[in-house]
């Protein structure tokens, strides 16, 4: 068969970008940047431009897998058999315990027909608001930022902004690690034109803070200080937009009164910086005129996630850098479709269509729509919660889609605990060689990148159409296909007689039907399609049927999505994390991504040319901290917090300020004697967003 290409997008982080997959029907045989995309333009990055090596079939799952009991093998069955037992044990659990006795824990790298499907599954069917996305470790901080400042979780920006504006913040991001594609845009647009000023806010000093014309390398956690600091300086120096605020704002004074506390010295002390670089910092923001602020894990992996969101978003409103050319807060995404999930409703505490689960207007709403009687009013558990439900009995059936949480949730001896002793967990997963999966009671063999098609939001709010170039191997299904089977079958046990909700046959008419949920809400899409994309292009929504077209950039007019159309200042003092230095444990532990692997490498630690960069995970310390302990590159230490313990080498990093160290995400205990990097982080969460701390636990080492 001869070569063909079909568009699609890369299945790795939140930047979306369209790839062209040479295939030839049966293989993928390459992969290429696609120009027409306006994520990328054509540029890839390492990981994306090594997608056709990364699908080796030894590493995947290939049929359905069951084991009658814990400590027994599992045994390769059919769909029927699996599906049919499924539901039998979903059923019987429910009835006897209640439907709050199941949960469900998907992905940020479902598409949104799938995460569509598993919400409707779990709220209209089984009637439980036990579903989170590993998007609650992601993103949940930054929706809870956007919605308390702006009154809708909506990245206001474009890419284009980062093109055109003339002063940028980054801020807990790596960029040029996790976003690369983003990082290269800006990059030429800086030697275009030298005078953009670019300010980066992050402990270490990262290849991110090559471009940097200022390095902010505050203490760990220090962020919402720093913020209203600088904001201290903007109101000294009238550096603010007075008519912005009166005009478009609320609460202003509360912040005002707030921030008199940052003064330069105190703010300069308590992050660590200079008053200098404070100021620069200041008069850089204040004097542009344009201000675009870029953010990730840095802020939201934080017990003070949602606080350090508002207090940025704060500088932005200050100083009326917002819904205009250039300027604006805009967090980056992680995951390549966090931004669907959080559209569909997938973290406990959302619906589909930007909805609350808590808010009984926006429940009657979808369940009319669903055609069931109500939605649950019990309150979701989110990550944490979930797998502490989990440990302590009080979940008894686990559904587990697209990600591994035996290798990336914190405090990773519990994970393990909960789900060794959890009576049936489902494992819903493409790679079989990841850490969760020999938990499974049952382990359903999902398509992945290349096999399947939906749609993707990237963060940027652009809808791209994901296409499939190749059967899946062996008995795989796409994600979509296994939920509606399974709904369709606990159907039979819990809506007897009544028509399936589930008569799903295509992701084409999963998109319409929950579409029409976007309908007159901030994200509006009703107006879209897969044909449409394919006709269009990618779309940034809102995208509804009258204007026929995206739209680039939010709040232009000045009027945000609250209630009164005014944006609103947060005002919260600076908390310091949940755990800092201590005799005990006087290093403070950041973990973070290297630039050529992704997540918990199922798919990128098959491919040998990704570890040419970083063979193996190393703990990364000042060259004062190997001197002060009588250790050499490579030695091998027992790093120890208070969950647990690892042992792995040492590295010498000059990048990182002494009294802290660095640790890749990526390694779970498939790679690394102890639980992976995770058995050492907390699960110290914010209390709105509930996203944990897993950028700042304090750790201690000594000579394995
Ligand atoms: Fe894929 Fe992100 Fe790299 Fe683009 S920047 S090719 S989306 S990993």
Not at 120 to 142: F, P, W, Y
């Amino acid at each position: 068969m001869s070569t063909q290409s079909t568009a699609s997008t890369c299945c790795y982080c939140g930047v979306g970008c369209g790839v062209l997959i040479e295939h030839d029907g049966k293989r993928v045989l390459d992969v290429a940047g696609d120009p027409a995309h306006p994520a990328n333009l054509g540029r890839l990055c390492s990981k994306g431009a090594t997608l056709h090596k990364t699908g080796d079939l030894a590493a995947r799952a290939l049929y359905p897998e069951l084991r009658l009991g814990k400590g027994l093998s599992r045994s390769r069955t059919d769909w029927d058999s699996a599906m049919s037992h499924a539901a039998e044990v979903f059923g019987r659990t429910i009835a006897e315990h209640g439907p709050d006795s199941v949960a469900f824990y998907i992905s940020g790298q479902l598409l949104t027909e799938d995460y569509y499907c598993f919400n409707k599954l779990a709220r209209a069917l089984v009637g439980t608001n036990n579903i989170d996305s590993n998007s609650r470790l992601c993103m949940s901080s930054a929706v809870v930022g956007y919605k308390r400042s702006l009154g809708a979780d909506a990245p206001p920006c474009s890419y284009e902004d980062i093109e055109q504006s003339d002063c940028l913040l980054i801020a807990g991001s790596n960029m040029a690690f996790a976003h690369p594609v983003l990082f290269r845009r800006l990059e030429a647009a800086k030697a275009a034109d030298p005078s953009k000023r670019v300010i980066v806010i992050d402990p270490r000093r990262t290849d991110t803070c090559e471009i940097a014309d200022l390095h902010l390398a505050i203490e760990p956690g220090t962020d919402v200080a720093l913020f209203h600091g600088i904001l201290h300086l903007l109101l000294w120096e009238g550096w603010i937009d007075r008519d912005f605020i009166e005009a478009h704002t609320d609460r202003f004074d509360q912040l005002k009164t707030l921030v008199r506390d940052y003064s330069p010295a105190i703010t300069a002390q308590l992050c660590g910086i200079s008053e200098d670089d404070l100021h620069s910092a200041a008069r850089m923001i204040g004097t542009a005129p344009s201000f675009l602020s870029l953010w990730c894990m840095g802020l939201n992996q934080s017990s003070a996630g949602s606080a350090k969101n508002n207090a940025l978003i704060n500088l932005h409103l200050a100083t009326g850098q917002i819904g205009k050319v250039g300027s604006g807060p805009f967090s980056l995404t992680g995951q390549p479709n966090a931004m669907g999930g959080r559209e569909t409703g997938s973290l406990s505490n959302l619906l589909p269509g930007h909805r609350e689960a808590g808010n009984a207007e926006h429940r009657a709403e979808v369940a009319e729509y669903w055609g069931v009687d109500a939605l649950p009013a019990n309150v979701g558990l989110s990550a944490i919660e979930l797998f502490e439900g989990v440990r302590s009995g009080r979940i008894k059936a686990l559904w587990i889609a697209c990600t591994n949480p035996a290798q990336s949730m914190p405090n990773q001896t519990l994970i393990h605990e909960a789900l060794a002793t959890c009576p049936f967990v489902i494992v819903q997963e493409a790679f079989f060689t990841t850490e969760t999966c020999r938990y499974a009671d049952l382990l359903l063999p999902a398509a992945s990148w290349g096999e399947k098609e939906g749609t993707v939001t990237n963060s940027e709010r652009r809808i791209s159409h994901v296409r499939s170039a190749v059967a899946a191997p062996g008995d795989a299904r796409p994600d979509w296909a296994i939920v509606c089977d399974f709904a369709r079958r606990l159907e039979k046990q819990l809506r007897p007689g009544q028509p399936s909700l589930f008569d799903f046959t295509s992701p084409a008419q999963i998109f319409d039907e929950y579409k029409a949920l976007t309908a007159g809400r901030d994200l509006d899409y009703s107006g879209l399609s897969h044909a449409l994309i394919d006709t269009l292009g990618p779309q940034q929504w809102p995208f509804n049927a009258e204007t026929g077209q995206g739209t680039a950039r939010l709040y232009s007019d000045g009027i945000f999505a609250t209630d009164n159309g005014h944006a609103r200042f947060v005002a919260e003092p600076y908390r310091a994390a949940q755990e800092t230095r201590d005799a005990q444990f006087p290093l403070i532990l950041n973990t973070g991504r290297l630039r050529d692997h992704w997540h918990g490498m199922s798919r990128t630690g098959t491919a040998a040319q990704l570890f040419g960069h970083v063979e193996q995970a190393l703990l990364s310390l000042h060259p004062d901290e190997l001197r002060r302990r009588n250790l050499n590159e490579g030695d091998l230490v027992r790093v120890s917090s208070r969950r647990g313990e690892l042992i792995l080498p040492v590295e010498s990093d000059a990048q990182i300020s002494p009294g802290q160290a660095f640790l890749p995400m990526h390694w779970g205990d498939r790679f690394l004697k102890g639980l992976g990097s995770n058995v050492l982080t907390q699960p110290a969460f914010d209390p709105l967003s509930k996203q944990p701390e897993l950028k700042q636990s304090s750790i201690n080492i000594a000579h394995a």
